[in-house]
């Protein structure tokens, strides 16, 4: 199989949910105690690989996730470029929820997750450790998921920030004030270190983050969680079939 095309599903993405076989598979890493578990098809005969980020019982909460191990994966079953599903908390006036965003920046909020996969220094090649980091997202990505968002008429936002906190807990008001002051767009938990352990793998990544809810403060109720469920439920369907519709085309990305 060529050119493979790896999707991460998050919280309410299990499964890509195609008309054609699935197999379920299973890799040991250098990362990880048991082998990471990951679903492969072919769409419209491209090869896909499905790995649910959370786990197969959706049962890694985000700062557990070992998202060393379900990059390393990947990247050895030979996926060629991710999709990363992200579910956020909406922060700007634009960012209501359902609100489909592709984001082009993001300020890492996390700490204390194994984020690197340079953990000890390459002095014959000092460059490579510090991999460029500059755009996150692969923009030649984005610009086909973008398309495809728009050909289902879908409004979807073409830059924002994405802040990821650490979690599982929802942040307070006051950092949700300091994130916006920063100049984030949308919050989430689950945007890092995933991106930036594609980019040291060399391997191209772009996220579609769907809002589901506004982010602590910016309305006089609390979060809810049955609120967030709900716009979950509707929106993560249209974020399926925009994936499906753009695997034609990243697909001749990575054959080019
Ligand atoms: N904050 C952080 N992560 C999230 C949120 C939020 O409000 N909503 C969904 N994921």
């Known amino acids: ?9 998050g919280s309410g993405f299990y499964s890509l949910d195609v008309n054609s ?12 105690e048991s082998p990471v578990t990951f679903y492969k098809s072919q769409v419209s005969e491209i090869p896909v690989i499905f ?21 390393w994966a990947l990247k050895e079953k030979e996926v060629r470029v991710i999709i990363a599903v992200n579910v956020v908390g909406g922060i700007t006036k634009n ?3 359902g609100t489909l965003v592709i984001p082009n920046q993001l300020i890492d909020y996390t700490w ?3 984020h690197t996969f340079f953990d000890t220094f390459n002095n014959e090649a000092v460059g490579e450790n510090h991999v460029d980091f500059t755009w996150p997202y692969d923009e030649a990505m984005r610009k086909i998921i973008i398309q495809s968002a728009k050909t289902r008429h879908q409004s979807v936002h073409t830059s924002a920030v994405y802040g990821c906190t650490q979690g599982p807990r929802l942040e307070s008001a006051a950092e949700i004030c300091r994130l916006k002051q920063d100049g984030c767009d ?3 938990m689950t945007g890092m270190p995933e991106a930036a352990l594609a980019r040291e793998l060399g391997v191209p990544y772009v996220s579609v983050a769907l809002v589901v809810n506004w982010a602590a403060g910016l309305t006089s ?3 809810s969680f049955a609120e967030i469920t709900a716009t979950l439920d509707s929106g993560i369907s249209e974020v399926k079939e925009i994936i499906v519709d753009a695997l034609p085309e990243l697909h001749q990305l990575i054959e080019n």
Do not use: F, Q, W
């Open 1 to 9: 199989m060529s050119g493979i095309i790896g999707i991460i599903g």
């Open 21 to 32: 076989d699935i197999d379920a598979d299973s890799l040991s890493t250098p990362y990880s």
């Open 51 to 71: 790995l649910p980020r959370h786990g197969d019982e959706h049962a890694t909460p985000p700062h557990k996730v070992n998202y060393r191990a379900n990059l």
């Open 95 to 97: 960012m209501a929820p």
């Open 112 to 114: 204390g997750r194994e």
């Open 186 to 188: 949308i919050v989430g």
């Open 221 to 223: 109720e609390s979060i």
